[in-house]
C-alpha cells in the first residue's frame, strides 16, 4: 500500500507539474500564531509545533486503515506524501537561474537565489561568479533532497506521518528555537544525503566520484549541502568542471553544469523508484 500510495503520489506530482494544489500552509500558520501565544519555551513550542499534527495524521489513518480494506487509507496517503513535498516551481527556479548566469549576470543570480531560498541578510556573499555559482549550487542540491528524497526516504521509514514531520519541521525551522530545529535537520538529513550522494556516483560518473563519496561517508560533520555538491561535481565528470580563468565562458559554462545536475537529480529520482519497485517485488 505504501508503494501504491507512492506512485499515486508521484503521478499528480508529473500531472499537476507541482503540488501547489494540496500546498496549503494556511493552517500551519496559524498553528504557529497559537502555540507562539502560548509562550512556551523554545523547544517546546517547536516540539508541539511539529508533533501534534504529527500525531493527529496517525490517528486518523490508525482510523482509516481498516476501512474498504485500507482503500481510504490509500489516497489519505497520497495527499499526506504530495503535502510533503517541496514548495514551488524547482524545474521553473533552475532554469531562471540558467537564464540569468548564461547571459554573465551572477549579481542577478544571487538577488533571486536570496529571494527564492530566503537567505535574508545572508554572511556569505561570495565575491567571484565562481563562488555564486557554487553556492547557488549546493542551495539548490539541498533543495532537491529536503524536496523530495528526504521525504520519500520517511514516507518508506514511518509512514505518511514521518513525512509530514519532516516537512513541518522544515517549514517551522525559523519559528523556535532555529538553532535546535537546524540540529535536527541534520541528523534527519545525514543519512537521506549519503543515500542520495551515493546515487549520485551511482548514476553518474562512480570512478571520478568514489574517492569524494567515500570522504563524505567517513566526515560524519559534513553538512548535507556540501556534500552532495561535492560528490555531485565529481559525479558530472571531469569535463563538468569549471576553469576560474574563462571568464568570458563562465556564464554559458555555469548554465550548463546546472543542467547536468537536474539531469542527475532527476536520474536519482528515477533509481529510487526502480529500488523501491524491486523492494516490493522481492519482499
Not at 574517492?211 to 566526515?219: E, I, P, Q
Not at 555531485?232 to 550548463?256: I, N, Q, R, Y
Not at 546546472?258 to 524491486?278: D, G, K, P, T
Request: with cysteine; net charge negative.
Amino acid at each position: 500500500m505504501t508503494f501504491l500510495a507512492i506512485i499515486i503520489a508521484v503521478l499528480l506530482l508529473q500531472g499537476w507539474g507541482t503540488g501547489e494544489r494540496v500546498h496549503y500552509d494556511d493552517w500551519f500558520t496559524a498553528w504557529q500564531v497559537r502555540v507562539a501565544g502560548w509562550n512556551l519555551s523554545g523547544g517546546v513550542s517547536l516540539a508541539l509545533l511539529v508533533l501534534a499534527p504529527t500525531l493527529l495524521v496517525i490517528l486518523v489513518l490508525k482510523l482509516a486503515a481498516p476501512v474498504l480494506f485500507g482503500l481510504l487509507w490509500l489516497p489519505l496517503a497520497a495527499l499526506l506524501l504530495l503535502y510533503s513535498f517541496g514548495r514551488g516551481d524547482f524545474q521553473a527556479a533552475m532554469g531562471r537561474y540558467r537564464g540569468h548566469v548564461y547571459s554573465g549576470d551572477f549579481e542577478a543570480a544571487y538577488l533571486a537565489a536570496c529571494q527564492e531560498f530566503d537567505w535574508g541578510d545572508s554572511p556569505e556573499v561570495p565575491d567571484t561568479p565562481l563562488g555564486v555559482h557554487a553556492l547557488i549550487q549546493r542551495a539548490y542540491l539541498y533543495e532537491g533532497l529536503q524536496r523530495w528524497f528526504a521525504v520519500l526516504f520517511y514516507f518508506v521509514i514511518a509512514g505518511p506521518a514521518g513525512a509530514l514531520a519532516y516537512r513541518l519541521l522544515q517549514l517551522g525551522r525559523d519559528s523556535f528555537e532555529p538553532d535546535l530545529a537546524r540540529r535536527w535537520l541534520f541528523l534527519l538529513d545525514w543519512v537521506p544525503a549519503r543515500l542520495l550522494a551515493a546515487t549520485f556516483a551511482l548514476t553518474g560518473d562512480f570512478i571520478s566520484s568514489r574517492a569524494r563519496l567515500l570522504a563524505g561517508l567517513g566526515d560524519t560533520g559534513e553538512d548535507a549541502g556540501p556534500l552532495l555538491y561535492a560528490v555531485g561535481v565529481a559525479a558530472l565528470g571531469p569535463d563538468a568542471a569549471l576553469s576560474p580563468g574563462e571568464d568570458a565562458a563562465t556564464g554559458p559554462a555555469a548554465a550548463a553544469q546546472n543542467r547536468e545536475f537536474n539531469a542527475l537529480l532527476s536520474r536519482s529520482a528515477v533509481c529510487w523508484i526502480v529500488v523501491l519497485s524491486l523492494l516490493v517485488l522481492l519482499l
